[in-house]
């Protein structure tokens, strides 16, 4: 679904908070900006057809072996390469796929070019843990269920370093990882894939060349190799329960339990289409507007918690939008 994700702040001018992507925005990259200035001429030649260098240097970081891991351009690249991989394994009357909705829509999108239906019994299974866009974690028994019931299991894991824990490994499972999502890069497309080694070989058969551009898969060795704390986790999430009680206090808005950054919120008497749209013209504040996740309502809305202070005033912004009386 190439339209209707979160930060689409391309298609507005003025934006000065940018709460519709789950990235916090005020990470500090300065480090790596001034890396990637000085490999500039990294544009000059093709980068590795196959990005095999930093596969083996995450393989190396993470304790295994680099025939259980690869390189892809995102986590999205990773989702549509795992249908593709999938339809070749079935006939096309055995090609089915179960997820859990709501959940991130690149799931459904990628199984249906592919030739597969949604059905009870699927082969294939998906699954967001964190889920995006209810911040909820799925805990370990889900997980075993769901591998129990499908032939293959993908679980998404690009909001695991969002957590105040790591997440229970599942064996046989193709797990997708976010660099975009732990360093704060989306505009550097880099993810990764791990699991079982002829599954991952099987996803490398049907990876075009040079998928991973020359200065992401620079970035990537650069973050590997020097793995900066860029977010302080704990308190980034501390500040998200802040901003989640913020939101509660306002009549008319309820903000959902979260685990995570990022939180699943619901608006009466007008649209979250109509927040949004206000919010972004009189305030120049961006959220996204979650009414076209499936199972969802024109109510839903999400928001990622930022600092303290630009969280601040989306409260006040939302309490200006003149709804509801200020407490």
């Known amino acids: 679904m190439i339209d209707g994700h979160g930060d689409d702040i391309c298609n507005y001018s003025g934006i000065r908070l940018n709460f519709s992507s789950n990235i916090p925005a005020f990470a500090d990259l300065s480090a790596l900006e001034d890396h990637l200035r000085g490999c500039l001429s990294l544009v000059r030649s093709y980068p590795e057809p196959s990005p095999q260098s930093l596969e083996a240097e995450i393989a190396h970081s993470i304790g295994t072996s680099p025939s259980e891991v690869m390189v892809t351009s995102g986590a999205t690249e990773a989702i549509y390469l795992i249908a593709q991989m999938a339809s070749h394994m079935l006939a096309p009357a055995q090609r089915t796929y179960a997820v859990v909705h709501p959940t991130f829509s690149e799931y459904d999108s990628a199984s249906r070019m592919f030739g597969f239906r949604e059905g009870p019994d699927a ?6 843990n964190p889920n995006n866009p209810t911040g909820e974690v799925r805990p370990a028994d889900f997980i075993a269920g769901l591998a129990a019931r499908h032939r293959l299991l993908v679980i998404d894991q690009s909001y695991e370093d969002y957590l105040p824990a790591p997440l229970p490994s599942c064996e046989g499972a193709l797990v997708l990882h976010s660099m975009t999502k732990k360093y704060c890069i989306p505009g550097l497309r880099l993810g990764y894939v791990t699991g079982p080694a002829r599954l991952i070989l099987s996803l490398r058969s049907l990876q075009r060349p040079w998928a991973v551009n ?19 986790v704990p308190a980034y999430l501390s500040e998200a329960q802040r901003l989640r009680s913020l939101l509660n206090g306002i009549p008319g808005i309820r903000a959902c339990e979260t685990h995570t950054n990022f939180m699943l919120c619901t608006i009466e008497g007008r649209t979250a289409a109509e927040l949004k749209e206000h919010l972004a013209a009189r305030e ?26 630009a969280d601040d005033e989306l409260i006040s912004a939302i309490k200006r939008y003149g709804l509801f009386p200020v407490r």
């Open 284 to 309: 120049g504040i961006l959220i996204r507007d979650a009414s076209n996740f499936p199972g969802l309502t024109p109510h839903h809305f999400r928001v990622a918690a930022q600092t303290p202070e």
């Open 123 to 128: 082969w294939l299974c998906w699954v967001c």
């Open 214 to 232: 020359a200065l992401a898969l620079e970035a990537g060795h650069w973050l590997v190799g020097h793995q900066p704390r860029l977010i302080d």
